[in-house]
Structure formats: structure tokens, C-alpha cells
């Protein structure tokens, strides 16, 4: 590539309001990590909207502590979290799914920590008078075979489906988790769980899936064979639809970065932080799932 | 340059004091020259970002067709949607996208000429005082305003009216005609004060009503510029991406009919492009999809040029 493409593309990634971010670059102030010199340095964590509020909460009490170090938490997408952080655009990519299961993405160059784990449920409308699903149900709703409430043990509705985005990490966890490789039908997608969660609430036969921290009073959880939607269910996996917040650095991060990383890890931020924000705390997982979803006892 | 010119015009051996100071730049002369200087780098900023946009967009859509060897056609007429699995026709977004455009057009274009006329022919004092600040107040509306209150009441609205769900092209097509009227109206307010007097004078002294003079006389010489404005209107419509996607679904699937859920090239490229990685094909595709969006608004300015040209031709004759 020459400079002027190179040129060209700084100037239309700026003036498109891209992810527009500085280069991470490492603090030559980190000479050792004795506690006596004081931490200093820039992280910038890029990607998953999902993660996108824990990195932020725990990231303003991070440079509380240590204020010398300048930490910038962005949205983004998963998609957009990977591939600058394997572009060495930032110092941190946030995800809500593997690196393996992206194509483009070389997972073997990526060093993976997770940092929460999230669950997620069907939802519906309130309307719909259905409240627990079998595994099978919910796949032939997905898939189009099933299109009336009713056939579910529901009222005579049509269902309205509505999908996240292709290739957002909550809709390829739950696809993982419900489709098992069935292509869903092609319906209403939406960007946000937010979006999602208003769309559901007041569309009349609407059903979604979103991560537990968005239920509301004003729709419906579903339990899948009897099964119900919660943290102590996800932790021994007997509610099978869920996923690791990663946070994902490329070679050995700087010290402000890996500082960043052990303190996403500790107990402050893991036993309180975390389960205040709805996430799962990885501590009190008993089970740990890998990028194949091979679950394994811990 | 100064000194050069001094050389240039000196006479042969003597310096005559009076040359020197004619032929020295004044600070009014140099203040001149900044002000150039100014405003060519400006232009030159300017010339340079559109060049990379254009260049950037270009070369990132052109890739879906010279690296992933997706054909062109199968791109514009295919009906799959599905770029995870290597399926890439845009047609239901291509047609989504010209679908509202054209009803949001269709729809506004009467109330936009009824409102215009009213504000120049029928109403002049009234129409200053109360409608232009109505219309400036729409024109300045952000455009997650508007789809939020779409969200909120046109959904539901035609969700008791028609059925289904509410989201549609016709919930689309309601969003983008209160955005467009705007545009289209005073820009057809601006042709119809344009219209010289004496045409007017000249008809009704003639015996003309008022509204043969307005629909036979004005509107008629107006015609060019109220073209121009429509298609202002629909370059605006064609481009809305986040009102549109709020309240039309979003669903990559042919539209059917006007109350099922589909979606357009700005609500895919919003929605998608934060999950796809840089150069694969998901995010080639969406690229490509821009590329469709940047040369519809070029062709769209081409067309107004066209006709504002026509038009200018016709009143010189």
C-alpha cells in the first residue's frame, strides 16, 4: 500500500467518525512494577456494547486509583473490538464471543481474558401467555416452523420475530445455543438489546432473546424446558444459553494494561462491581466452555 | 516575488526611490495575498477529503467484486441477504431504499407545492410570520428524534390501522414525509418567488382567476425548480438512515407489500457494520453497499444539475 492510499484512508476513516482512536501506545515509565513507582500509561478498550458499561464503571474506579493512567472505555460491536485490537489500533479489544468464531480474525495472535460472563433468555411479549418453551420449540420458532402462539400452548397470535444484527455476538451465542446450525428465518433485526427490549415490549406476539440484565416487568422471560433464566442456573449450566465477556490484547500488554486486566479480575471488581451490573462473576462459574462450546467441569 | 520584479523593472544602473516603493507589496497587498493563501488551502482541505472519500469508499466497495468474486449482477439482483454464509444480494435493500424514497416523494410533493403556494400566492404575510418558522423548526429536528416518535406512535398507530406489526415501509414512508417536507417546500417556495412579476401581472390583466394564474402561469414556470426540489427531497430520503431503520424492521427479505418488515441500504450498513471485520466479505458487502448509496447521490445531483440547466434554457428563449 502507498502513502497516499494510507493517506486516504486516515482521512475517510476520520471524516466517516469510525472508531476514531489513538495508538496505544506503551508508557516508557513502567521500568519495573514495583508498587513504590506509580502506574501511569494509556489503555483505550474498543468493541462490545454489551461489556461496554462494566469497562466503563470499572475503569473510572481503576484511574481513581491509579491517576496517572488515562483509560478510554468505547462501543462499537464485537466486530469492530477484534479487529482493531488484532490491528494494534488499541490496546484492549472487547468481545462478546471467541476470536475463533470470527472469520478474518487470527485467534492464535490474540491473548484472551475474560472478564464476566452474561446470560441470556428468550423474551416475549406478555401477550402471548406463553411463559416456558422446550428446546425444540424455540428452534422451530426461530427457524419458521412454528408461526402461531397458539401451536406453543399461547393464544391464537401470530409470532413476531426479532433478531439482532448478523454477526453480533449476542445473536451468535444464542444461535450456537438454540439453532445448534440451523439457519434462522429471516426476520426483524435490531442493533441494540435496547432496542429489542422496547420492540418486544410493546409489540403484540413479538418474541427476542436478551442478556438477563435487560428483563423488565413489561415482558416475559421464558424458562426453556422448565429451566428458568437465572445467574445460579448459568453457573452450573443447566441454562445453556450464555457467553464470556472477553477482553482481548494483542502480544503481551503494557503494564498499565495488565494492570487494568488483573484489577477486571479481583475480587473488588468480580464480587461486587460485576454482580451489581447483572453480569455473571467468572469466580462462581462451575463450569468453563471453550471456543467450540465444549463444556467442561471446573 | 517582489524582489524579482524590483530587478525586472529597474532602470539601468540608478534606483529610483518612487519605483522601489510602487513595486513594493503594501500590507493591504499582503493582507491580499493571505487571504488567498487562506482560502486556496481551504479548498484544497476540502478537495482532498471528498477525493479520499470518494477514493475510499470506491476501492473498499470494489473489493467484494475483485477479491471475493462475487458478480456484479448477483450482487444487484440477488434476493439473499446473508453475509455470514457468503450470500450477498443487496436487491431487497436496493429496493427497500427506493421504495420509501419514492413514496416519501410521492406523498410530500402535494402538501410541500399546496403549503408553498399558500406561503407565496395565497397567504405572503401569514405564510412569513408563521409557517417559515414551522418549516425551519422541522428542518432542524435531529433525526433520532423523528425516529423515536415513529417508534412510539407512527409503529402502534399503523399497527391498529393495517395489522401486522407496524413495521414497514409505510411506517418508513411516514417518518421520511414529515423529513423531506421541509426541504421540498421551501425549496419550491424559493422557485415560486422567482417567477417574475410581470407574468403574473400579465395573466391576471388578461381576465385569469387567481388559481388559473397560480396552476397555468406560476406553477408552470416553476416547474423546473420544483423538480429540483423533489429531488432535493428525495437525495434526503435516500440517505436517512436512522429514523428509517428505527421504525421500517429491518429485515433483509424483498418487501412484499407496504406493511411487512423490510429494510434499506442505510439500515443494514448501520445495524451490520460493527459486527463485521475489516476485509472480509460481511464487511466488503457493506462497503459495496455504500458504494450504491454515494453513487445514488451522485447521480442525483446530476439530475439536478440537468434540469436546472433545461429550466434556465426555457426562460431564455
Avoid at chain 2, 510602487?22 to 482532498?48: F, K, N, P, Q, V
Wanted: aromatic letters at 8%.
Amino acid at each position: 500500500m502507498n502513502n497516499g492510499s494510507k493517506l486516504a484512508m486516515g482521512i475517510a476513516a476520520i471524516s466517516l467518525l469510525l472508531v476514531g482512536c489513538g495508538k496505544a501506545t506503551s508508557s516508557t515509565s513502567s521500568k519495573s512494577s514495583s508498587s513504590s513507582q506509580a502506574l501511569s500509561g494509556k489503555v483505550t478498550a474498543v468493541g462490545s456494547t454489551a461489556l461496554q458499561p462494566l469497562a466503563a464503571k470499572a475503569g473510572t474506579n481503576f484511574t481513581t486509583k491509579n491517576s496517572k493512567v488515562t483509560l478510554t472505555v468505547q462501543g462499537g460491536g464485537s466486530g469492530t473490538g477484534l479487529s482493531q485490537v488484532q490491528a494494534g489500533a488499541v490496546s484492549i479489544g472487547d468481545s462478546d464471543i471467541f476470536a475463533e468464531e470470527k472469520d478474518g480474525i487470527k485467534a492464535d495472535k490474540l491473548t484472551d481474558h475474560k472478564v464476566a460472563v452474561v446470560g441470556m433468555a428468550p423474551v416475549v411479549n406478555k401477550d402471548t401467555g406463553v411463559k416456558n418453551l422446550k428446546m425444540a420449540q424455540l428452534k422451530q420458532i426461530f427457524t419458521g416452523k412454528i408461526t402461531n402462539w397458539k401451536e406453543v400452548g399461547g393464544k391464537d397470535q401470530k409470532i413476531v420475530i426479532v433478531n439482532r444484527a448478523q454477526g453480533s455476538g449476542t445473536r451468535a451465542t444464542f444461535e450456537n445455543a438454540v439453532l445448534k446450525g440451523a439457519t434462522a428465518v429471516k426476520s426483524q433485526e435490531q442493533d441494540s438489546n435496547g432496542a429489542v427490549q422496547k420492540i418486544v415490549s410493546s409489540t403484540p406476539g413479538a418474541i427476542s432473546y436478551l442478556a438477563f440484565s435487560y428483563f423488565t416487568n413489561k415482558l416475559q422471560a421464558v424458562s426453556i424446558n422448565n429451566v428458568t433464566p437465572t445467574d445460579n442456573n448459568v453457573e452450573n449450566n443447566k441454562w445453556k444459553i450464555w457467553s464470556y465477556e472477553h477482553m482481548y490484547t494483542k502480544g503481551k500488554p503494557d503494564a498499565a494494561t495488565a494492570a487494568f486486566l488483573t484489577y477486571m479480575n479481583s475480587k473488588t471488581v468480580q464480587d461486587s462491581l460485576v454482580k451489581d451490573m447483572g453480569y455473571i462473576s467468572i469466580h462462581d462459574m462451575k463450569v468453563a466452555k471453550d471456543a467450540k462450546g465444549v463444556v467442561t467441569q471446573n | 516575488m517582489e524582489q524579482t520584479n524590483l530587478q525586472l523593472n529597474k532602470p539601468d544602473s540608478q534606483t529610483n526611490e518612487w519605483d522601489a516603493r510602487l513595486h513594493h507589496a503594501t500590507r493591504a497587498t499582503r493582507e491580499d495575498w493571505a487571504g488567498r493563501g487562506i482560502s486556496y488551502l481551504c479548498i484544497g482541505a476540502i478537495i482532498l477529503v471528498v477525493a479520499s472519500m470518494l477514493w475510499f469508499i470506491s476501492s473498499k466497495g470494489i473489493a467484494t467484486f475483485t477479491q471475493n468474486h462475487v458478480s456484479v449482477w448477483k450482487f444487484l439482483t440477488g434476493t439473499n441477504w446473508a453475509p455470514d454464509t457468503g450470500h450477498i444480494g443487496a436487491a431487497p435493500m436496493i429496493v427497500g431504499s427506493f421504495a420509501v424514497t419514492f413514496a416519501a416523494a410521492i406523498v410530500a410533493t402535494p402538501f410541500a407545492i399546496g403549503t408553498a403556494i399558500f406561503m407565496t400566492e395565497i397567504s405572503p404575510n401569514r405564510g412569513r410570520k408563521l409557517l417559515q418558522p414551522v418549516i425551519e423548526l422541522l428542518v432542524g429536528i435531529p433525526s433520532v428524534v423523528y425516529g423515536f416518535i415513529g417508534l412510539a406512535v407512527v409503529v402502534p398507530f399503523m399497527r391498529h390501522l393495517v395489522g401486522g406489526s407496524g413495521f414497514g415501509i409505510i411506517s418508513a414512508t411516514f417518518v421520511l414525509f414529515v423529513m423531506v417536507l421541509p426541504t421540498i417546500t421551501s425549496m419550491t417556495v424559493d422557485s415560486l418567488r422567482a417567477v417574475p412579476r410581470y407574468y403574473k401581472e400579465a395573466s391576471l390583466a388578461l381576465g385569469a382567476t387567481r388559481w388559473q394564474t397560480i396552476s397555468r402561469v406560476i406553477l408552470r414556470s416553476a416547474t423546473s425548480g420544483i423538480l429540483t426540489a423533489v429531488i432535493f427531497g428525495m437525495a434526503r430520503a435516500f440517505g436517512e438512515a436512522l429514523a428509517v431503520q428505527m421504525v421500517i424492521g429491518n429485515a433483509a427479505v424483498m418487501p412484499k407489500n407496504l406493511i411487512s418488515a423490510a429494510s434499506t441500504l442505510t439500515s443494514q450498513l448501520t445495524s451490520g457494520i460493527g459486527d463485521t471485520i475489516d476485509g472480509t466479505l460481511p464487511n466488503n458487502a457493506l462497503w459495496s453497499l455504500a458504494l450504491i448509496l454515494l453513487l445514488m447521490s451522485l447521480f442525483f445531483n446530476a439530475l439536478v444539475r440537468f434540469i436546472a440547466k433545461r429550466g434556465q434554457l426555457k426562460h431564455e428563449r
